[in-house]
Nanobody, 123 residues
Framework: QVQLVESGGGLVQAGGSLRLSCAAS????????MGWFRQAPGKEREFVAA???????YYADSVKDRFTISRDNAKNTVYLQMNSLKPEDTAVYYC?????????????????WGQGTQVTVSS
């Protein structure tokens, strides 16, 4: 069983930056694809970014060129650097692990989820 714990959320003004971290337990972290999803009130959970076991990265169009996902397998941690934040980025952000490294964009394919961290961007 893998446990995921997010941190780094908070309140920031538009144009600001935040870095989210997701610490994973377990010795097979490096073999998983890791993703970030977000869910705003009244909306469905949506894909934000992912990184597979080969460190290939994937982004939603809405965050491309503003967000960067990375991983440090030695620390069992995945990061999401968020720059140029906009009010529409406000949501609960979830970290997730995907054992199969497939269906990267689909939350239904992820096996493990963190509890989420709130990101609020004020205008």
């Amino acid at each position: 069983q893998v446990q995921l714990v997010e941190s780094g959320g908070g309140l920031v003004q538009a144009g600001g930056s935040l870095r989210l971290s997701c610490a994973a337990s377990g010795r097979t972290f490096s073999a998983y694809a890791m993703g970030w999803f977000r869910q705003a009130p009244g909306k469905e959970r949506e894909f934000v970014a992912a990184i597979n076991w080969r460190h290939s990265t994937y982004y939603a169009d809405s965050v491309k060129d503003r967000f960067t996902i990375s991983r440090d397998n030695a620390k069992n941690t995945v990061y999401l650097q968020m720059n140029s934040l906009k009010p529409e980025d406000t949501a609960v952000y979830y970290c997730a692990g995907n054992k199969a490294n497939s269906g990267i964009y689909d939350p239904a394919t992820y096996d493990y989820w963190g509890q989420g961290t709130q990101v609020t961007v004020s205008s």
